[in-house]
């Protein structure tokens, strides 16, 4: 009986995850989840990428999910775009965000008026992995400070990542960590997924991923 309602939930989720998907692909827009533990640094990621972008002329929009508090909208909305926050605290507390928060959260902006739509997922390797967000593209960040085994440790979700963004390349020099093991243990998960290396705090090889983006808005 409990594992037939986990399947129901799945279902559901999976079935609003195709309606997300064709809403983006009605109004034109490519969504883009980006997932990682706390701390890893989505949100300064995203202050860094966001001008960037826009001045290759997209027009984004976010989505920001956190169990309490607005900190990263508020960061975001410094940057005078659209932003949507989602706090799971008064539904449960949930680790991540499902397509049944996501779909209401897309309405809230004018769709067609935009090109790309950033999920910052609640931080957390494990639970936003199990749910599809409706995301055509789904990015994970994991940053030099966590060591080289977190890939082995939480599969799923760079099973269900597309790309991999390792960041804090910058205090690679501090650290006893070995960044070829890292790569070769996200390859070892997913032989598919792309790596990029980048700081999101000093901008170096930001390009890299800057150009991704656009070469993935641009591929569909
Ligand atoms: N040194 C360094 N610090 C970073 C980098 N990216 C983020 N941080 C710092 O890591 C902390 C968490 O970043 P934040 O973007 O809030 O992470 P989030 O929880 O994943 O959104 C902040 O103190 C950031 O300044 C980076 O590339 N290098
Ligand atoms: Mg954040």
Redesign the pocket.
């Known amino acids: 009986m409990k594992i037939q309602i986990v399947r129901d939930v799945l279902e559901a989720n999976d079935q609003l995850a195709g309606d997300i998907r064709n809403v983006a692909k009605k109004e034109g827009f490519t969504l883009v989840n980006i997932m990682?533990?706390?701390?890893?640094?989505?949100?300064?990621?995203?202050?860094r990428l966001i001008p960037e972008l826009t001045k290759k002329g997209l027009r984004i929009a976010v989505i920001e999910g956190d169990i309490t508090t607005t900190t990263?909208a508020e960061?975001i909305a410094q940057m005078n775009i659209p932003v949507a926050q989602i706090n799971t605290e008064p539904f449960g507390g949930d680790c991540h965000l499902g397509a049944e928060v996501i779909l209401p959260a897309l309405h809230k902006f004018d769709l067609s008026k935009l090109d790309l739509i950033f999920i910052?997922n609640v931080?957390n390797l494990v639970c936003p992995a199990e749910f599809d967000t409706g995301a055509n593209f789904n990015f994970v960040?994991i940053?030099t400070t966590e060591g080289e085994d977190k890939p082995l440790k939480y599969p799923l979700m760079f099973r269900v990542c597309d790309t991999a963004i390792i960041?804090?390349?910058?205090?690679i020099r501090y650290l006893d960590m070995d960044i070829s093991l890292l790569e070769k243990n996200i390859k070892q998960i997913n032989s598919d997924i792309r790596l990029v290396k980048?700081?999101?705090?000093?901008g170096?090889n930001l390009e890299e991923a800057v150009n991704l983006i656009v070469s993935l808005v641009n591929s569909r």
């Open positions: 990682s533990s706390p701390g890893s640094g989505k949100t300064t990621f995203l202050e990263d960061r910052e931080g960040v940053s960041n804090k390349i910058d205090l980048c700081s999101a705090k000093t170096e």
